[in-house]
């Protein structure tokens, strides 16, 4: 249908060019028959001119005119670029620039409006390859891609790796380590972790110390019951409508930082729609023909740019690089190989159901394994999941392919024992899974695993008790007083508490025991006292005592200032050490009360009036309303004589 084209005219630069520049002197552009005239005027031009025209033509229409004169006539003209000026196939546009006009460019492409025929999509290379070859290769990277997926995802949900700051991605370290578990390359391991959070079977929680980490989610559980080739066409779907960018982990961005896994800005606005584009140009190749290795990549970026000249506005690398990304991860997924896509792929790519299809290409699973001598378990064909998953526990994977290899070690066997196996369950899962004899070898490596398998055990403890008298330990960690001291019996004279040993001490004395602290290498650590004298209370002090009396007080006192007025404050700053000593000791002698700062072991400040008595092993004994207690030094925050 045609349509009037009253109303439109042309934008202002195209009218300029068709009327010429009014400042240029020699030809006016063009005349009435304005395409006859370009011909005859690029016919005139010198080989150099016309080499020129071509080069600007080529770079996108304008080019600067340098020092060219844009006032000069054809004899004038000096050199090419004066040529064409005077010539009118170069008009200056200001800013020393000069512009091809556009019937130029069309006598230039013989008529044609682009360099390249734009009613011609750019054809794609191809070489044959058995469709059924594709098929099956196909099938077994979509097995990898399942079985892969499923030993991530069972491992992660053991021991999750923890996100870092504000779930913000995965650390190189993890990608690196699931990489080593799954035989895999680094890219791979990416693309898997990836695939598993766009699919929903992985997801970011948080874990047993309140750390977010990345772990299976509940759907996992019910993916895990549904055939090999359902859970395939699900991961599968969600790779290909996900806008997730896998290949970027590892490079690094403008800013120079690099890419995690699992970061939440890795994904692109054309990213799934790049995908479909792609895989929908091998799915339309002819049956037996599958895109030629090398050039394949090149011409599909160029068929892209022709068929979304204005969609795909990335540069050229990038276009380049999520094409190249797009026939990867499919091969890797499972879609197709070598170049081409499997019937699953097609029919996937298609918005159809792909199960039926993989179903058949799938080879029947094996529920059983040979062991050999050497250590090793030989799976000859794919196992049935909850074998391969179980099999993973015990063993190792040692080589993929059309038989997986499994080996055993003390590692492994210790693993599945970390995870509540004994070594009976190991015995009878490795002979009801094997077609052959139980190896006498296998069986002396599980029997000498589990015979030094938790002889050593570590736990958690601030502090130790020792006493040859049992029965005071019993009677202690059966004493109702005694359960927020965190106590347990490891042996008839060992006993281990949560509790702090400087906060366990006065503890147990209030009690009623009497214990001492115990030196590393097993003998009693004990303060040597300082001498006491039993002395008189109306005996008048010796000469000097009460000078060095009012010196500790005027310390302590000056302290106090320093710190703040002490009725306002419910802490006051601790006095110089020596100063607290200082009175101390002299209420000691002196059988005196004092009153003390103190912050208990729950952090809490108070004050105690206490008649000093003794110090011993970093503490203060002293007398409460008639109790003697134990203050830790080292939590006394001052120290004045009692009124």
């Known amino acids: 249908m045609w349509h009037s084209l009253d109303g439109l005219r042309a934008v202002t630069g195209v009218s300029a060019l068709l009327r010429g520049s009014p400042g240029t002197s020699g030809l006016q552009p063009f005349g009435s028959d304005q395409q006859e005239e370009v011909v005859r005027r690029l016919a005139a031009v010198s080989a150099e001119a016309r080499a020129m025209l071509e080069a600007v033509d080529a770079g996108g229409g304008q080019a600067s005119s340098s020092r060219a004169r844009t006032r000069v006539s054809v004899d004038e003209a000096a050199g090419p670029a004066e040529e064409l000026i005077a010539r009118g196939l170069l008009v200056p546009s200001g800013e020393g620039m000069l512009t091809l006009p556009g019937e130029v460019g069309l006598a230039l492409r013989g008529g044609w409006t682009t360099v390249d025929r734009a009613d011609v999509p750019p054809t794609l290379p191809t070489s044959s390859r058995a469709a059924t070859s594709v098929d099956r290769a196909a099938a ?4 990898e891609l399942v079985r892969n997926l499923e030993l991530l995802l069972d491992a992660w949900g053991v021991a999750p790796p923890r996100s870092l700051r504000g779930g913000t991605g995965l650390t190189v370290r993890d990608l690196k380590a699931t990489a080593e578990r799954l035989h895999v390359s680094e890219p791979t391991a990416a693309l898997l972790i990836e695939v598993a959070w766009s699919s929903g079977l992985l997801a970011l929680g948080t874990d047993e110390e309140g750390d977010p980490s990345w772990m299976p989610t ?20 969600a790779w290909l409508g996900s806008p997730r960018l896998p290949g970027l982990v590892g490079q690094r961005d403008p800013a120079g930082k690099t890419w995690n896994a699992l970061a939440p800005d890795l994904a692109g606005a054309s990213a799934a729609d790049t995908r479909r584009v792609t895989l929908r140009l091998l799915a339309d190749l002819p049956d037996g ?13 160029a068929r892209l740019a022709w068929e979304r000249p204005r969609r795909l506005r990335t540069r050229t690398e990038s276009r380049e690089a999520m094409v190249d990304w797009t026939l990867t991860e499919a091969e890797t997924l499972g879609l197709g190989a070598f170049g081409g896509l499997a019937a699953h792929g097609r029919l996937l790519v298609a918005g159809e159901d792909p199960v039926p299809a993989l179903d058949a290409l799938l080879p029947e699973p094996v529920d059983h394994v040979l062991l050999q001598g050497d250590l090793t378990a030989v799976a000859p064909g794919p196992l049935e999941p909850v074998l391969a998953r179980t099999l993973a ?74 006493s040859d008298d049992e029965a005071s330990l019993a009677e202690l960690v059966a004493h109702p007083a005694a359960e927020s001291l965190g106590l347990r019996r490891l042996a008839p004279t060992v006993v281990i508490s949560t509790v702090a040993l400087d906060a366990l001490l006065p503890r147990l004395r209030e009690l009623g025991m009497a214990p001492v602290v115990e030196a590393p290498d097993g003998s009693v650590h004990v303060a040597r006292p300082d001498a006491k004298r039993a002395k008189d209370r109306n005996a008048q002090r010796p000469a000097g005592a009460e000078e060095a009396h009012a010196a500790a007080r005027a310390a302590a006192v000056a302290a106090r200032v320093k710190a703040g007025d002490e009725t306002a404050s419910s802490r006051p700053a601790p006095p110089e050490p020596a100063s607290t000593m200082a009175i101390l000791h002299e209420a000691i002698d002196a059988r005196e009360q004092v009153v003390i700062s103190y912050v208990d072991g729950r952090g809490v400040a108070g004050e105690a009036r206490v008649e000093p008595v003794g110090l011993d092993g970093g503490s203060l004994a002293a007398r409460v309303e008639g109790d003697v207690r134990a203050f830790a030094l080292s939590r006394i925050r001052g120290v004045r004589p009692a009124e």
């Open 140 to 143: 077994g990277a979509a097995f």
């Open 393 to 466: 526990v015990v063993g190792a994977v040692e080589s993929h392919g059309g038989a997986t290899v499994y080996r055993f070690t003390k590692e492994s066997v210790r693993r599945a024992m970390d995870r509540g196996w004994t070594a009976t369950e190991i015995h009878a899962f490795l002979a009801a899974a094997s077609r052959t004899p139980v190896p006498q070898a296998l069986t002396y490596l599980v029997d000498d695993t589990a015979r030094t398998f938790g002889t050593v055990r570590v736990g958690l403890a601030a502090a130790y008790l020792r």
């Open 218 to 237: 509940d759907l996992f559980d019910r993916w895990l019951q549904q055939p090999l080739a359902a859970r395939w066409a699900h991961v599968a779907g």
């Open 289 to 301: 023909e599958v895109l030629a290795a090398g050039t394949g990549p090149a011409a599909v970026v």
